[in-house]
C-alpha cells in the first residue's frame, strides 16, 4: 500500500501541499485532479523523494521512506515508478537508448508487449527525441517506466497535449497495467472523463489541501462549486 | 549586489558539489568511451575559436611589446620577450576567456535545460545518480578540453606573434624564435600550463555546477548561462592574481 500522511510542502513561503492526505492500494486507480499550479507535481514528486516534504510521512508496503537519504530511496523508486509531465527522455540518446539507460538484462522481456500497449512500433526507436512528435516522447516514456514493473505508477497528466485517439490508448494502458501487474496507479489529469471512467477514486486539491475524495460518482453529484466547474468543463468538451 | 552570506554560500556549494563529482570519478573512474565522445563534442565546437584567439591574442601582444622595444633599440628581443610574457600572463587569461563563452555558457545550458525539464530527475528514478552518470564525465570531459585547448591555444600564439612580426613589425621569423629559449624559462612553461589547467578546472566546474542547479521555468536556463558567464570570468582574474602573486612571492623568497 502506498500512503501518505500529512505532507506539507512550502516554497519559499508560499504553502503548495497543506497537510495532504492519500492512500492507495495495489490495483487501484486514483486520480489527482486540481486547477493548475495547484501542486500536483510537486505531490508526485514529493512521494518518490524528488522534492523532500517539509512535514508528513510517505509510507510504502509499510515501510516509511527517508528522502534524504538517495541509497535508500533507489529501492523506493524500483518500487514506485513516475512518468514525468513532461517526457523526460536523455535528448542525447536515442529512443531505444532511453529505454535501456540503466536497465537490467532480463527487463528487457517486457518491451514488445509495452510498445504494443502503447501502440508503438518498434521502427521508431532507432530514432532521437527532438525527431518524434511529443505523444511519441510521452510514449516511450510510459514504457521507460512500464519496462521497470513497479508496484506503484504515478503519471502525471498522462494525456494532456494528446489527441483523442492516443488519450484512449493511454487509458487502456493504465487498465491493462492495472489488470495485469496489480499495479497500483495514482494519475494526475485535467481529464474529467476519463477519470470517471477509470478511477476507483478520485481526489480534488486547491489551496494546498485535499477539498474532496471519493467515488466517481460520488464526484459527479456533488454540489461543491469548485467540483461543479469542474463537470461543467466536461460537459462542454463533450459537446 | 548579493549579499556576502549568500555569496560565501555559494562558494561553499561550488566547492562541495566539485569535490563530490571529482571524488566520484576517482573512485567509479570513467568509460574511455563516454570520455571521448564528451571531449569530441567540446573540443570540435571549440577548436576554430581557440586557433583564431592564440593567433591574434599573439599577435597584438608583440605588436604592443613591440612598441615599448622599439625606443630603445631592442626589437631584435621581441620574440623573447613577447613570448613569455604571453604564455605566462595574458595568454592563458584572454584565451581562457574565449573558451568561458564558448563552452562554458553551452555546457551550462545544456545541463540547466535537462535539470528543469525533469532529465535529471528522470534518472534519479531509474535508479541512477545523474551526479555519476551525466555531471562526472561531462566535467571531467570539459576540464580536459578546456585544458589541451588552451595548452593548443597557447602554442598557437607563438605563431600569431611570428605571423604580425615579419609582416608588419619588420623582425624576421628566424630573429623572433632566436631569442625564445633565452626568455622562455622552463618556469614560464610551468605557469601557462598550471594556469590553463585551473581554468580548465574552473570552466568545467563552475558551468556543470550552475547548470547542474538551475530550477523554475526557461528564463531561469538563461540566468544560468549568464551567471556561468560572469562568474567564471572573475574567477579566471582572481586565480589568475592568486597564481601570479604566489609566484612572485616563491620567486622573491628564492632570490633572498
Ligand atoms: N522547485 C520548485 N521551487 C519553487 N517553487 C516550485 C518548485 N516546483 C514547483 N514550484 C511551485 O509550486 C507550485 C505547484 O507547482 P506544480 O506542482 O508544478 O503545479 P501543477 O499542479 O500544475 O502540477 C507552483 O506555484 C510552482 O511555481
Ligand atoms: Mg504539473
Redesign the interface.
Known amino acids: 500500500m502506498l500512503e501518505l500522511k500529512s505532507i506539507t510542502k512550502k516554497f519559499a513561503n508560499k504553502v503548495v501541499l497543506n497537510s495532504v492526505n492519500l492512500r492507495l492500494q495495489r490495483s487501484q486507480i486514483l486520480f489527482v485532479l486540481g486547477r493548475s499550479g495547484v501542486g500536483k507535481s510537486v505531490l508526485l514528486?514529493t512521494i518518490?523523494g524528488?522534492i523532500p516534504q517539509d512535514r508528513g510521512e510517505v509510507w510504502i508496503n509499510g515501510e516509511k521512506t527517508d528522502p534524504l537519504n538517495?541509497e535508500k530511496?533507489?529501492t523506493v523508486?524500483?518500487k514506485c515508478?513516475?512518468v514525468?509531465?513532461?517526457p523526460?527522455?536523455?535528448?542525447s540518446l536515442t529512443l531505444q537508448e532511453n529505454l535501456e539507460?540503466?536497465?537490467e538484462g532480463n527487463q528487457k522481456s517486457g518491451l514488445r508487449k509495452y510498445l504494443d500497449w502503447v501502440q508503438l512500433s518498434e521502427g521508431v526507436l532507432s530514432r532521437y527525441p527532438s525527431e518524434v512528435s511529443f505523444g511519441t516522447q510521452k510514449k516511450v516514456?510510459v514504457v521507460?517506466?512500464l519496462l521497470?514493473e513497479p508496484q506503484f505508477i504515478l503519471f502525471d497528466e498522462p494525456t494532456t497535449g494528446l489527441d483523442p485517439v492516443s488519450r484512449e490508448v493511454t487509458n487502456q494502458m493504465i487498465r491493462n497495467v492495472v489488470k495485469e501487474s496489480e499495479t497500483g496507479c495514482v494519475v494526475v489529469s485535467h481529464d474529467i472523463q476519463s477519470a470517471i471512467e477509470l478511477a476507483n477514486s478520485i481526489m480534488l486539491l486547491d489551496e494546498g489541501r485535499v477539498v474532496f475524495e471519493g467515488t466517481p460518482e460520488a464526484f459527479r453529484n456533488s454540489d461543491q462549486g469548485l467540483i461543479r466547474s469542474f463537470c461543467k468543463g466536461m460537459v462542454v468538451l463533450d459537446a | 549586489m548579493p549579499d556576502l552570506k549568500e555569496l560565501m554560500g555559494s562558494i561553499g556549494n561550488w566547492f562541495l558539489f566539485s569535490k563530490r563529482v571529482i571524488g566520484l570519478f576517482f573512485r567509479e573512474g570513467i568509460s574511455r568511451k563516454v570520455l571521448i565522445q564528451q571531449m569530441y563534442q567540446v573540443g570540435v565546437r571549440s577548436m576554430v575559436t581557440t586557433c583564431v584567439a592564440g593567433i591574434f591574442v599573439g599577435a597584438i601582444l608583440a605588436i604592443q611589446i613591440n612598441l615599448q622595444l622599439k625606443d630603445f633599440g631592442a626589437q631584435s628581443f621581441l620574440g623573447g620577450l613577447s613570448t613569455s610574457t604571453t604564455i605566462r600572463n595574458l595568454g592563458p587569461v584572454l584565451i581562457a576567456f574565449l573558451l568561458s563563452g564558448r563552452v562554458g555558457a553551452f555546457s551550462s545550458a545544456e545541463l540547466g535545460t535537462m535539470a528543469i525539464t525533469d532529465q535529471l530527475n528522470a534518472i534519479r528514478c531509474l535508479g541512477l545518480n545523474p551526479l555519476a552518470v551525466i555531471i562526472m564525465p561531462r566535467l571531467v570531459a570539459l576540464t580536459i578540453s578546456s585544458f589541451l585547448l588552451l595548452v593548443l591555444g597557447l602554442g598557437l600564439t607563438v605563431f600569431g606573434g611570428i605571423i604580425i612580426s615579419s609582416i608588419y613589425l619588420n623582425v624576421n621569423p628566424l630573429q623572433f624564435v632566436s631569442h625564445i629559449p633565452q626568455f622562455v624559462s622552463g618556469s614560464s612553461i610551468f605557469i601557462g600550463v598550471l594556469k590553463s589547467f585551473l581554468f580548465g578546472l574552473i570552466i568545467g566546474t563552475i558551468s556543470c555546477f550552475v547548470g547542474y542547479k538551475t530550477t523554475g521555468g526557461a528564463e531561469e536556463v538563461g540566468r544560468s548561462v549568464r551567471r556561468t558567464a560572469v562568474v567564471t570570468l572573475v574567477s579566471i582574474i582572481v586565480i589568475d592574481f592568486l597564481v601570479s602573486f604566489v609566484v612572485e612571492s616563491v620567486t622573491q623568497l628564492i632570490m633572498s
Do not use: H, P
Open positions: 514528486k518518490v524528488l538517495e530511496m533507489v523508486r524500483q515508478g513516475l514525468f509531465q513532461m523526460a527522455l536523455l535528448d539507460f540503466g536497465l516514456s521507460r517506466t521497470r
